[in-house]
C-alpha cells in the first residue's frame, strides 16, 4: 500500500509565515558569499516569505551602508543576476543595528518590524559568528526576549570535543529548546545529498544489495585544492578532522548508511541518522592517517612546530547488522591533487571468474556506485562489458547520470539557501541534532586523546604515502581511472 505524500519537498510549496530574521556576522565572509546572495536568491525564486532582515556585527553601519554591503555581496556572488526591481524590493527589507547599539536596540528594531508586517510572525536567528561568542550571543538573546518564538541556526564547530560540545548544548538549552535550534550543515543541504535518499528509498533496484553481503568497502572522499588562506587563527585549532570529518563527512556517511525510516519526515530520518552514530565504532589512531602539506608551518599565522592537521584520511565502521565488517574510508585535506566531493561504493566482485586470464576481468577494480556531490551532481554505475569484436575482452564500462539530464538545473537551490528555507518551515531533516554531535565526538574520543603524528605531504598531491597502507588490499578511487563522460 502506498503511504499518502508527506514528502519534504511538499514544504516547497506551502507558503511560510512572514518572518523578522536577524543575521549574526552580518558582514562576515559567510554571509557575504552565502547568506545575502542566498537569501536574495530565496526571493527571486519566490520562496522568501515577506521577510525583515536585520543585520548586526561589530561593523559600524547604518541600514545604508548595510544595503550597501549587501548589494557589493550580491553583485560578486549573485548566481542569478540582480534585476533594479529585485533588488529595490529586497534593499528595503535589510536593516542594521551595530552590536555595539545593544541588544535592547537589536530588540527594539525586531518588535517593530514584527509589528509593520503583523500577523503571525516568525523569528529567525542566524548566527554565523565564531564559535567562542555563540554561547553569548544565545544568552543575551534570551535575556532580551528575542528567543520567543524563535528559531535558531548556528554555524559549525558544535565544541571540539565531548566535553565543549555538551557544555555548549547544554547552554543553548538555557534559552532555547532544541526544537528551535537547527545545527546548519552545509553539505547536507546539497542537491546531490538528498538524491542519495531519493536513490536508495524511491527505487527497489538498490535496497536489497545495500548491505555488507554486497558492499566490500565505501570511500566517502572530498579533497580540495584550496588552502587555508585568511582562516588560519580557526583552522589552527580546528583541523581537518574537526573541520570537515565530524561535521560533514560522518553526516554524509549516515545518509549512505542509515537503515530506511519509517517515514520522509524530520524526526524518523534523525532517529536514523543517530542509530548510524551510536554503531560507529571509536575512531582508532592506528587506523587514521594525519597529514600537514609543506609550507603549512610557513603561513602567516601558524604556531611553529604546529601539530595541526590539514589531512585526514581514516578507516572506520558500522558496528551494526547491515554494515558489520564493511570498511568506511574518509579523506579530506587542503591543498590536494584536485577538488572533488565523491562517495564511491565498491561492490564485492564475483565469487568465481570464467574468464580467462587476461581477459580483463576485475582489471580496473571492482564495479562501483559513484555519487558526486558536486553542485552539478552526478551519478555512475561501473560495471565489466564485453569488448567489441571477437573472443572475450572485458572494459570497464559505465551508466552514468548528471542533474543536468533534467533540464531543470534553474530550479536548483544553492545548500545555504535550501537549509535556510528549512529552518523558515521548520523542518529539521537536514539539520543535525545535539544527541548526533555528542555521539560523533564520543565516538571520536580515542583519536583525539591519541592522535598519530602528522605526516608531510606535498602540496598539489593527494596526501602521505600512508593512505595506501590504510586502505590495502583495496585501494583509493580518486584519481579516477577515467573521467567523467561530458556531455
Ligand atoms: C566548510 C569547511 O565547512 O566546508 C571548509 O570549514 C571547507 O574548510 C568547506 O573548505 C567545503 O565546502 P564546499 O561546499 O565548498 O565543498
Request: charged residues 25%; glycine residues 8%.
Amino acid at each position: 500500500m502506498r503511504s499518502e505524500p508527506t514528502d519534504i519537498n511538499s514544504n516547497l510549496i506551502s507558503p511560510l509565515r512572514p518572518h523578522v530574521m536577524v543575521l549574526f556576522g552580518a558582514t562576515g565572509d559567510l554571509a557575504r558569499r552565502k547568506l545575502l546572495p542566498g537569501l536574495f536568491h530565496l526571493a527571486q525564486a519566490g520562496l522568501l516569505p515577506k521577510c525583515r532582515i536585520v543585520g548586526t556585527s561589530l561593523d559600524d553601519l547604518d541600514d545604508e551602508g548595510f544595503r550597501a554591503y549587501a548589494r557589493a555581496a550580491l553583485d560578486d556572488f549573485a548566481h542569478h543576476g540582480v534585476a533594479d526591481d529585485e533588488w529595490d524590493e529586497f534593499a528595503a527589507g535589510l536593516f542594521y543595528v551595530c552590536q555595539s547599539a545593544g541588544n535592547e536596540a537589536l530588540a527594539k528594531i525586531v518588535l517593530e518590524l514584527e509589528e509593520e508586517l503583523g500577523g503571525d510572525v516568525a523569528r529567525l536567528h542566524y548566527l554565523s559568528v565564531p564559535p567562542a561568542a555563540a554561547p553569548e550571543v544565545v544568552q543575551r538573546l534570551g535575556e532580551v526576549g528575542l528567543a520567543e518564538r524563535a528559531r535558531i541556526i548556528m554555524e559549525k564547530p558544535f565544541g571540539t570535543d565531548l566535553a565543549s560540545s555538551i557544555e555548549l548544548n547544554e547552554a543553548l538549552h538555557r534559552t532555547f529548546d532544541e526544537s528551535q535550534i537547527f545545527r546548519i550543515d552545509h553539505f547536507l543541504g546539497k542537491e546531490a545529498a538528498l538524491n542519495i535518499l531519493a536513490f536508495r528509498f524511491a527505487n527497489g533496484l538498490f535496497e536489497p544489495i545495500w548491505n555488507r553481503q554486497h558492499i566490500a568497502h565505501v570511500q566517502i572522499d572530498v579533497p580540495e585544492t584550496l588552502s587555508i588562506g585568511h582562516r588560519i587563527p580557526f583552522y589552527e585549532k580546528t583541523g581537518a578532522y574537526r573541520d570537515m570529518v565530524v561535521n560533514h563527512l560522518f553526516q554524509v556517511l549516515a545518509f549512505m548508511a542509515m537503515e530506511p525510516p519509517t517515514a520522509l519526515e524530520p524526526r524518523s530520518i534523525g532517529e536514523e541518522k543517530n542509530k548510524v552514530f551510536r554503531s560507529l565504532s571509536p575512531i582508532e589512531p592506528s587506523q587514521v592517517v594525519r597529514g600537514q602539506y609543506g609550507g603549512y608551518l610557513d603561513e602567516p599565522g601558524v604556531r611553529p612546530h604546529s601539530e595541526t592537521e590539514t589531512f585526514i584520511a581514516l578507516r572506520c565502521e558500522i558496528d551494526n547488522w547491515r554494515w558489520a565488517g564493511v570498511p568506511f574510508y574518509l579523506r579530506t585535506g587542503k591543498r590536494m591533487a584536485e577538488g572533488a566531493r565523491v562517495i564511491s561504493i565498491a561492490f564485492r566482485e564475483p565469487p568465481k571468474s570464467m574468464f580467462p586470464l587476461g581477459s580483463g576481468v576485475g582489471a580496473h577494480g571492482p564495479d562501483h556506485l559513484t555519487f558526486d556531490l558536486a553542485d552539478a551532481s552526478r551519478l555512475s554505475l561501473s560495471f565489466y562489458g564485453k569488448r567489441p569484436g571477437p573472443g572475450m575482452r572485458l572494459d570497464k564500462q559505465s551508466l552514468q547520470f548528471s542533474l543536468h539530464e533534467t533540464g531543470r538545473t534553474t530550479d536548483l537551490l544553492e545548500a545555504y539557501e535550501r537549509l535556510i528555507y528549512d529552518a523558515m518551515s521548520g523542518d529539521h531533516t537536514l539539520f543535525t541534532s545535539a544527541e548526533g554531535v555528542e555521539r560523533l565526538w564520543e565516538a571520536s574520543k580515542p583519536l583525539l586523546e591519541n592522535p598519530p603524528p602528522v605526516r608531510p605531504y606535498s602540496a598539489g598531491s593527494w596526501g602521505p604515502n600512508a593512505i595506501h597502507q590504510l586502505v590495502a588490499p583495496d585501494a583509493w578511487r580518486l584519481p579516477f581511472e577515467r573521467a567523467w563522460r561530458s556531455r
